[in-house]
């Protein structure tokens, strides 16, 4: 096999801005900025914006848009298809 086709796999930190939360996981991406974890090693961190952990849709604090109208007009529209 050929050296150096794949890139490096190791412990990142991705660390979410929005909520504080911080997972330790493995990765092909790296940065410069380290954290020290809670096992007393040094981990590169990665900041993303938005996680599982504050995404609206997991935390169960998504808005539901009423949507009844587009309902209506789609049943409407599509009564008639597929009947002869």
Do not use: C
């Not at 990142?12 to 991406?29: C, I, M, P, Q, Y």
């Amino acid at each position: 096999m050929k050296s150096n086709t794949h890139p490096k796999y190791e412990a990142v930190v991705f660390n979410d801005l929005a909520s504080g939360e911080k997972v330790l996981t493995r990765s092909t991406r790296s940065s410069n900025k380290t954290i020290e974890w809670e096992d007393g090693k040094t981990y590169p961190v990665i900041d993303v914006e938005i996680s599982a952990a504050s995404h609206p849709f997991y935390t169960g604090k998504q808005r539901i848009m009423d949507s009844a109208g587009r309902v209506e007009r789609f049943n409407a529209r599509f009564k008639n298809f597929g009947k002869k």
